[in-house]
């Protein structure tokens, strides 16, 4: 069962697609994640691409995010991101956008402190999103890009767009790859 593992809403359980559209972060896998960024959570504005259930933006609104924006393009996750932010009682902080995520980063205003984007492993478009994001700004200049990624997907390419690995973290069958500009 998804939940919301920590703060205003913790253990509020969450709704999530049905069958194989969505590949939703583990508890175990998301805690660690909030773990390692929980000194930058407080206040922020959160952007969480490839969005899916919301559960990754909703946890940030939880524990003290200022605001959260969605962004996915599937009608259905739309619908359950949602309805899981009522059920939190989120919404208000919250902006969800049914777009595919390459077209609505140049409408987004103003920049994030971070962005979690979690993109179906198959597709490899990861560097297509960070180019997006350097030539939009949407990322703040003190700010982080966390990507979940298939464990052995390669990411030396983010050098070549300004961009640096500031860690990474590695858990069975994927992985989170930290970056600054």
């Known amino acids: 069962m998804l939940r919301v593992i920590a703060g205003e809403a913790r253990s509020v359980p969450l709704m999530t697609l049905d069958g194989l559209e ?12 909030f773990n390692l960024l929980q000194n930058y959570i407080y206040d922020c504005r959160f952007l969480d691409l490839f969005a899916g259930s919301g559960q990754i933006g909703i946890e940030a609104l939880s524990r003290g995010a200022a605001e959260a924006t969605f962004i996915e393009k599937n009608k259905k996750a739309v619908d359950i991101i949602e309805k899981n932010l009522a059920k939190t009682k989120l919404g208000e902080n919250a902006t969800v956008l049914k777009k595919d995520v390459i077209s609505a ?58 961009f640096e690995i500031i860690k990474e973290k590695v858990y069975k069958t994927n992985k989170h790859v930290f970056l600054r500009s």
Request: glycine share 6%.
């Open 105 to 162: 980063l140049p409408f987004l205003g103003g920049s994030y402190d971070i962005i979690f984007m979690d993109p179906p492993y198959a597709l490899e478009i990861e560097k297509e999103v960070l180019s997006s994001i350097k030539e939009h700004h949407v990322l703040d200049e003190e700010g982080q890009i966390i990507i979940e990624a298939d464990k052995d997907r390669d990411f030396s390419f983010v050098t070549d767009l300004g």
């Open 22 to 33: 969505t590949r939703p972060t583990t508890d175990r896998v998301k805690e660690t994640l």
